[in-house]
T-cell receptor
C-alpha cells in the first residue's frame, strides 16, 4: 500500500512554545490530507481537513488559530500547535487521501507539553 | 446525526474465533472500513466493504448489510498479536470517514 510519513514521531516541548508536525505522502499525491487527534483509549477525532492550495476546513470546537495547517504541496501538509499547553499533549495522526475510497495513515506523533 | 456503534471491549481465547459488530447511521454511504490499531500506533487498514456480503482475507473476514446498517469483522484462529483495538469507520456522502470509538480486543492464552 501507499506510504505516509510523519515527523517527528515524538516531541516534548515546554508550555508556551510552538511545535510543527509534518505529514508527507511518499509515493502518491494527495490533494486532501486529514489531521486527527487521539486521546488514550479513545477513537480518532478529526481536527481538520487539509486541502492543497486552499485553507483547511476545521471541525467544530477546533481552534484554527491554535492549530495552524498548511498544505503547500501535493505531498506535504503541516500542523503547527501554537503556544502549546499541557492539555495539548496527545497523539496526533495524519492521513492522506489517495482516492475517494483510499486513505493512508501516518505513524503518528506523540506530543508531550511540559 | 451520524453515528457508529461498536462494543467497547471484548475478550477471546487464543485459537478461537471472535466477531466484532458495528452498526452505523450516516448521511449517505460509500463503504465501511475496518482498521486495526495497536497501542501507541496509527491505524492500519484491514478491510473495505461497499457491497452486501462477506469479504474474506486470510484469517480476517468482513461482512456488510447495507439495508441493516450493519457490519462485522470476524477474526479466526486468534493469535496473541491480534490483541488490539479494532475501529469501524463508515464513508459518508462527502467521502469523509465517520469513526466508531473502537473495540478493544483482549486475547487470553
Amino acid at each position: 500500500g501507499a506510504v505516509v510519513s510523519q515527523h517527528p514521531s515524538r516531541v516534548i516541548c515546554k508550555s508556551g512554545t510552538s511545535v510543527k508536525i509534518e505529514c508527507r505522502s511518499l509515493d502518491f499525491q494527495a490533494t486532501t490530507m486529514f489531521w486527527y487527534r487521539q486521546f488514550p483509549k479513545k477513537s480518532l477525532m478529526l481536527m481538520a481537513t487539509s486541502n492543497e492550495g486552499s485553507k483547511a476546513t476545521y471541525e467544530q470546537g477546533v481552534e484554527k488559530d491554535k492549530f495552524l495547517i498548511n498544505h503547500a504541496s501535493l505531498t506535504l501538509s503541516t500542523l503547527t500547535v501554537t503556544s502549546a499547553h499541557p492539555e495539548d499533549s496527545s497523539f496526533y495522526i495524519c492521513s492522506a487521501r489517495a482516492s475517494e475510497y483510499e486513505q493512508y495513515f501516518g505513524p503518528g506523533t506523540r506530543l508531550t507539553v511540559t | 446525526g451520524q453515528n457508529i456503534d461498536q462494543p467497547t471491549e471484548m475478550t477471546a481465547t487464543e485459537g478461537a474465533i471472535v466477531q466484532i459488530n458495528c452498526t452505523y447511521q450516516t448521511s449517505g454511504f460509500n463503504g465501511l472500513f475496518w482498521y486495526q490499531q495497536h497501542a501507541g500506533e496509527a491505524p492500519t487498514f484491514l478491510s473495505y466493504n461497499v457491497l452486501d456480503g462477506l469479504e474474506e482475507k486470510g484469517r480476517f473476514s468482513s461482512f456488510l448489510s447495507r439495508s441493516k446498517g450493519y457490519s462485522y469483522l470476524l477474526l479466526k484462529e486468534l493469535q496473541m498479536k491480534d490483541s488490539a483495538s479494532y475501529l469501524c469507520a463508515a464513508l459518508d456522502s462527502n467521502y469523509q470517514l465517520i469513526w466508531g470509538a473502537g473495540t478493544k480486543l483482549i486475547i487470553k492464552p
